[in-house]
Nanobody, 114 residues
Framework: QVHAVESGGGLVQAGGSLRLSCVAP????????MVWYRQRPGEQREFVAT???????NYRDSVKGRFTISRDNAKNTLYLQMNSLKPEDTAAYYC????????WGQGTQVTVSS
């Protein structure tokens, strides 16, 4: 099993910012679309943002204009810059390839207080 490792979560007040990182090993990282997901307790995991190998991006409507996904292929690292955070952004955040190549890790918890 190959795991991606997420980090950067924490507790922040509404309106604050966080930057998440995901280190995803292996050469596949540079050859695949990567995805940030999130999951709230009792809910299904949902897509947050995607980035292709050519850095085309896509976001769920609720985070457009607030979140920015990026990647550094030299470091096998995926990022999610989250600004203007809202309490409804509270969730565990995960990364994976578009084909779910990586085994799901523990994610990184983001908690936004009102």
């Amino acid at each position: 099993q190959v795991h991606a490792v997420e980090s950067g979560g924490g507790l922040v007040q509404a309106g604050g910012s966080l930057r998440l990182s995901c280190v995803a090993p292996g050469s596949i990282f540079t050859r695949t679309t990567m995805v940030w997901y999130r999951q709230r307790p009792g809910e299904q995991r949902e897509f947050v943002a995607t980035i292709t190998t050519t850095s085309n991006t896509n976001y769920r409507d609720s985070v457009k204009g607030r979140f920015t996904i990026s990647r550094d292929n030299a470091k096998n690292t995926l990022y999610l810059q989250m600004n203007s955070l809202k309490p409804e952004d509270t969730a565990a955040y995960y990364c994976n390839s578009i084909t779910n190549y990586y085994s799901w890790g523990q994610g990184t918890q983001v908690t936004v207080s009102s």
